[in-house]
């Protein structure tokens, strides 16, 4: 991990001299349209009012998926073209620029991100571009880590993104037809049980039992999913009631939980267990483990984490440069109450977003920014239709509770709307809301093959 060798702790003051000249406004550059990133895109332009900027978003993906909606999309049990928002389409209503593009780089000196060559299929679109910032917010979430593990890269498959979670469920549904054909069994494996591995799995017990209702008997009977641990429990983040309730229900649906289990390598057909033994597989998805990408490694020196997050101060400054944060699964911030770090989740990157939203207009004028404050709103697990589990986090009467079925369901459903509620509005939210009901009784249950 890189040092600091001047960190601070302290709010920090705006910089005048960082500020846009007389002929053009301040340039705020946001880097990453997921949850923080593109809340903050799409707020701040109406927060800030006496000051003149420009806020331009960077993504590589064409459309923004909530992130913890992207296993229901590789399995297939919702339909991407109903949960996406166009990068284009929110830009022009929530008065942003957006521009396609994956980070390469960084020059803090000249104030600019660098960002690699655009290919669509293949083929050369945009060369290599470079934006000018006054203010960067790097929000480029987070991915799965494979710890080096052998084979991951070649034989696995991540659904860390919109695109991966789309390429998922091609493949998912061309070897389900393929078994369904040939009468033979499907074996999935999906390795880490953390919330994503957890909540995959029932969703592909969910997409072989919807395949019934469209003629493909049998089908349940042949797809048989594995869900790897290599901890002593599933969803390790979570209280030990929340975890156990999970794990029972998950095996009742037939899904054989294998905890205390360490895969090594990763092969064409097949997982390989430090106990010598070989797991059949012939789709393997890697789910285990979070860092940052590559590309925050190497970003002109600014200090970070083993797993490439971006360490910050309590301003969510990065500690070697205040024009520059970092938000999100992508940042790494220690609050001195807890004394480790905020975990990769959602509830932290929207509560970060929110404070940036409020507080940096204060600090483009000369205003202090205030340290941020993490609450903990609990966490909820869904298994789709087959229930969900959750705790009420350390606030209120009911500090730690355990919550389950309808209540559970309903708490995650309202996360969601209420993100939407805050991209598009009290009113366009409630009417997506309304879509999305309508279209639950007159559309597929899964998606189908083309």
Known sequence: MRKSSTPSDKPQRHDPDQGGTPSRPHQIVIVGGGIAGLEIASKLPGRIRRTSIAVTLVDREPAYVWKPMLHTIAAGTTDVSQQETSYIS???????????????????????IYLNPLEIDGRPILPERAISYDTLILATGSEANDFGTPGVRDHCLTIDSRSQAMNFNREVMALMLAALAAKSILHIAVVGGGATGVELAAELVQLADASAYYGAAGLRDQVKVTLIESGPNLLGAFPDRVAIAARERLERLGVAVLTGTRVVAAEADCLRLA???????????????????????????????????????????????????????????????????????????????????????????????????????????????????GSLGQFGLFTGGFIRGRVAQLGHVLLYRSHQSRLHGFWHGGLIWLADMINSHVRARIRLPD
């Open 275 to 389: 106990d010598g033994t070989q797991l059949n597989a012939e789709l393997k998805v890697w789910a285990a483990g979070v860092k940052a990408s590559d590309a925050c490694a190497s970003l002109d020196g600014l200090e970070v984490t083993r797993n490439n997050q971006i360490v910050v101060g309590p301003t969510l400054q990065t500690t070697l440069d205040p024009r520059i944060f970092a938000v999100g699964d992508c940042s790494s911030l220690s609050p001195g109450e807890l004394g480790k770090p905020l975990p990769p989740a959602a509830q932290v990157a929207h509560q970060q977003a929110s404070h940036l939203i409020r507080h940096l207009p204060g600090w483009l004028e000369g205003r202090e920014l205030p340290p941020f404050s993490y609450r903990d709103f609990g966490s909820i697990v869904s298994l789709g239709g087959y229930g969900a589990y």
């Open 90 to 112: 929110q830009a022009r209503n929530r008065r942003f620029m957006f521009e396609t593009g994956e980070l390469k780089g960084v020059d803090r000196k000249k104030r600019k």
